[in-house]
C-alpha cells in the first residue's frame, strides 16, 4: 500500500513524509539555516534560499497536503498570512464574497488593508446558499467561506458553494481551521483553496504561529508559491517542526476534543443558567444534516449565551473559570475560553458585530482534551 492510500490516521504519521536521506533520521531534522552551499552559480541539492524553501518546511508542507487530499502545501507565517496570500492572487476592482460571520482578523484583513487597495469584500449569510448567487457580477473572483463559522458555529453546505462557484468560474477558499481534515476535507467536496490556521488544531500545544494552505491544481498552487516566496511571509524551521510534530498526533487529539465538545454541549444545554448553545452537533442546530453529512464529528469549539444576556454576565463567568483559561486562540489540549465582542472580534463594528449573532454576552468555549468531569464543575463553579 502506498502511502498516497493509507487511512487518515495512519496519513498524520506517515502521509508525505521520509527518513531523512542523510542518517535516516525518522523524524524530520530542524534545517536551522537560512542560505546552502553551492558548487557553481546555480548548482545546489535543491535548497539555495530558506525563505523559497527549506527541508524542515518541505516536510510539514508534504504532510499539510497529505491530510487534506490534496497535492501542494504550503506553509506561512500565521493564518492570516496565508489568507493574505490568497488575496494577493486578485487584483484592483475585483469583488469577493465572503462569509457574513467570520473571525475578527479576517475581517480586519479584508476591510482595512484590501479595500484600500480596490477590493470589494460582500459579506452574506451563507447558511442559504442561495444568497450567493444574488451578490455574484462579473467582477467577482473569489467566494470566502468558513465552517464551521466562527464563533456562531454555523454550517455552509460546501458542495452546494462549489457548485455555484464552478458554475460562474470563481476561485472557493475554505478556512478549515475549526474542523481540521480530521473532521472536514473541503477539496473533497470541491473546494480549491483550503486554508488553516495551524496555530490553532494541527499544531495543537498553544506554542507555535503558523498558516497553511493546500491546494490540487498546479497552476493556482505555482501563483500561491510564487506570492509565497516573493512576499516572505513563510514560517521558520522550528516552528515548522512543532507543527509537524503536532500533526502527528492530530486524530487521538481530536477524538477526545469531540468526546469532550459534545458532553460539554450537552451539559450547558441543560443548565438552568444558560440560554442558548451554540454547537451544530445538536439537532436543532441549523444545519445540522449538512454538518452530519460533510463533517464526520462535531468538533470542540462551543459558544454560549449566559441567562441575563448582558455584557457583565458573561465578563464574570469567565473572569471565574480556573481551568478553562480567559486566553485568544483555541484548538490547544488545554481548555480556553474567550469573550468574542472584547477579544477575537473586536476590530469587527458592533453593529456589524451583533448582525451576525456576536452580541456583548457570548462566550466561546474551546474544549480541550482533559477529563470533562473535571471542565463541567468548573464550569458549573463559574455559572454559580
Avoid at 473571525?103 to 476591510?111: A, H, P, T, V, W
Avoid at 439537532?283 to 449565551?305: C, D, L, Y
Amino acid at each position: 500500500m502506498s502511502k498516497k492510500e493509507l487511512k487518515f490516521n495512519s496519513k498524520t504519521i506517515h502521509g508525505g513524509q521520509h527518513p531523512d536521506k542523510a542518517y535516516g533520521a525518522v523524524m524530520p531534522p530542524i534545517y536551522q539555516t537560512s542560505t546552502y552551499a553551492q558548487s557553481t552559480p546555480g548548482g545546489h541539492l535543491g535548497y539555495e534560499y530558506s525563505r523559497s524553501a527549506n527541508p524542515t518546511r518541505t516536510a510539514l508542507e508534504k504532510a499539510l497536503a497529505s491530510i487534506e487530499n490534496g497535492e501542494y502545501g504550503m506553509a506561512f507565517g500565521s493564518g492570516l498570512a496565508a489568507i493574505d496570500a490568497v488575496i494577493k492572487l486578485l487584483s484592483p476592482g475585483d469583488e469577493v464574497i465572503s462569509t457574513s460571520d467570520l473571525y475578527g482578523g479576517s475581517y480586519r484583513l479584508f476591510k482595512r488593508v484590501y479595500e484600500k487597495f480596490g477590493i470589494t469584500f460582500r459579506f452574506v449569510d451563507m447558511s442559504d446558499v442561495n444568497n450567493i448567487s444574488s451578490q455574484i457580477n462579473e467582477k467577482t473572483k473569489l467566494v470566502w467561506v468558513e465552517t464551521p463559522t466562527n464563533p456562531m458555529m454555523n454550517i455552509i453546505d460546501l458542495k452546494a458553494v462549489s457548485e455555484i462557484t464552478k458554475k460562474h468560474g470563481l476561485l472557493l477558499a475554505v478556512d478549515n481551521t475549526f474542523a481540521t481534515p480530521y473532521l472536514q476535507r473541503p477539496l473533497d467536496l470541491g473546494v480549491d483553496i483550503v486554508m488553516h490556521s495551524a496555530t490553532k488544531y494541527l499544531g495543537g500545544h498553544s506554542d507555535v504561529v503558523v498558516g497553511a494552505l493546500v491546494v490540487s491544481d498546479k497552476e493556482l498552487a505555482d501563483r500561491l508559491y510564487f506570492i509565497q516566496n516573493a512576499s516572505g511571509a513563510v514560517c521558520g524551521p522550528m516552528d515548522s517542526f512543532l507543527t509537524l510534530r503536532g500533526i502527528k498526533t492530530l486524530h487521538v487529539r481530536m477524538q477526545r476534543h469531540c468526546e469532550n465538545g459534545e458532553a460539554i454541549a450537552h451539559f450547558l444545554n441543560n443548565h438552568p443558567k444558560i440560554e442558548k448553545v451554540y454547537w451544530p452537533g445538536f439537532e436543532n442546530h441549523p444545519n445540522h444534516k449538512v454538518a452530519k453529512n460533510q463533517m464526520s464529528g462535531f468538533g470542540g469549539m462551543i459558544s454560549f449565551i449566559p441567562k441575563g444576556g448582558s455584557y457583565q454576565d458573561a465578563i464574570k463567568i469567565v473572569e471565574k473559570l480556573k481551568i478553562f483559561t480567559l486566553a485568544e486562540s483555541l484548538g490547544g489540549v488545554e481548555s480556553l475560553a474567550g469573550h468574542p465582542a472584547s477579544m477575537t472580534h473586536a476590530s469587527i463594528p458592533k453593529e456589524e458585530r451583533e448582525k451576525s449573532g456576536v452580541v456583548d454576552a457570548l462566550i466561546r468555549l474551546s474544549v480541550g482534551i482533559e477529563d470533562v468531569e473535571d471542565l463541567m464543575d468548573d464550569l458549573e463553579q463559574a455559572l454559580t
